[in-house]
């Protein structure tokens, strides 16, 4: 059971850290800008809580940027 939280936290993090660094490449333009708000978001304690806990709010904030990208 552990495993399994272990995973979806890693494959969560990973596409919110894809996706964020996206939407700063978007709205920033600049690749160094782009990585630390990718950072910021990725290791904030809000998005680490719910990311580990593996529930539906874990997964909506791993789609936010993607979310707000496409609008």
């Given at each position: 059971?552990?495993?399994?939280?272990?995973?979806?936290?890693?494959?969560?993090g990973?596409?919110?850290?894809?996706?964020?660094?996206?939407l700063?490449?978007?709205?920033?333009g600049?690749?160094?800008?782009?990585?630390?708000?990718?950072?910021?978001?990725?290791?904030?304690?809000?998005?680490m809580r719910?990311?580990?806990?593996?529930?539906?709010?874990?997964?909506?904030?791993?789609l936010?940027?993607?979310?707000i990208?496409?609008?």
């Amino acid at each position: 059971m552990d495993w399994g939280f272990y995973l979806v936290s890693i494959l969560f993090g990973a596409t919110a850290l894809f996706g964020a660094y996206l939407l700063g490449l978007r709205l920033m333009g600049n690749g160094k800008d782009a990585a630390w708000l990718a950072f910021l978001y990725v290791f904030s304690p809000v998005f680490m809580r719910y990311n580990y806990w593996a529930t539906g709010r874990g997964l909506l904030l791993t789609l936010l940027p993607m979310f707000i990208l496409a609008f």
